[in-house]
């Protein structure tokens, strides 16, 4: 199963741009990159996924390495309701149709005021 | 439309109990996972259940059991609690064609 490394936390002005980076040299060919937020132990939200192109939601974009070994999650205009612990997950490769998530611990985004 | 749902939210058991919890997937979703997440780590996978039958297992003991009913919903039993079982545990359900999982709000367990 590939593995993610992550800063362990990082702070972000109020109105200006998040960028989380996620490390997954490992990550095969047919692996996509998740990533879920997790406000305060709730439970984790889903925010984007993307397999080799840089992908945009409403929420946020993820932007790909050409050689996939590692990403960026941008919150364009962060707010303080996005302070919460940001997971970067390589979702390994399936061989009976289902999948599990290997978190790591993540990174803590903390958005000032 | 109801996202994944969870109960009870919190519960506190002696060491040596048994415990059940409960989870209703996602309109439309038909595999529920079960994730711990002790405090400060991220979630570590349990099981995973599709066709009432589980599919893959994490790294935990036979004291963590589950079931998968035709409703698609399901149980997570853990027995012969211990101090270390005390955590979060989240239930996520998806589609069998791979896409995203969407996770309840968890139940926080409490062994004493």
């Known amino acids: 199963d590939a593995k993610t490394t992550q800063p362990p936390s990082m702070d972000c002005a109020e109105g200006r741009a998040a960028n989380l980076p996620c490390n997954h040299s490992?990550?095969?060919?047919?692996?996509?990159v998740y990533w879920y937020r997790q406000i305060h132990s709730q439970g984790p939200q889903y925010i984007i996924h993307?397999?080799?192109n840089n992908e945009t939601n409403e929420m946020a974009s993820l932007i790909i390495t050409e050689d996939r070994k590692s990403s960026t999650l941008i919150l364009p205009h962060a707010t303080l309701r996005d302070t919460a612990v940001y997971y970067c997950?390589?979702?390994?490769?399936?061989?009976?149709?289902?999948?599990?998530?290997?978190f790591g611990t993540g990174t803590r985004l903390k958005v000032l005021a | 439309d109801a996202g994944v749902t969870q109960s009870p939210t919190h519960l506190i058991k002696t060491r040596g109990q048994q415990v059940t919890l409960r989870c209703s997937p996602k309109?439309?979703?038909?595999?529920v996972s079960w994730y711990q997440q002790a405090l400060g780590q991220g979630p570590q996978f349990i099981f995973q259940?599709?066709?009432?039958?589980?599919?893959q297992r994490g790294n935990f003991p036979d004291r963590f059991s589950g079931h998968q009913f035709p409703n698609y919903s399901s149980e997570l039993n853990v027995n012969a609690l211990l101090l270390g079982d005390s955590a979060l545990y989240l239930c996520?359900?998806?589609?069998?064609?791979?896409?995203?999982?969407?996770f309840g709000q968890g139940t926080r367990l409490t062994v004493v």
């Open positions: 259940y599709y066709e009432e039958e589980e599919r």
């Open positions: 993307g397999l080799k």
């Open positions: 309109s439309g979703h038909d595999t």
């Open positions: 996520a359900s998806s589609y069998r064609v791979p896409g995203e999982a969407f």
């Open positions: 997950i390589v979702r390994p490769s399936t061989t009976s149709g289902t999948y599990k998530y290997i």
């Open positions: 490992t990550i095969s060919g047919n692996e996509y």
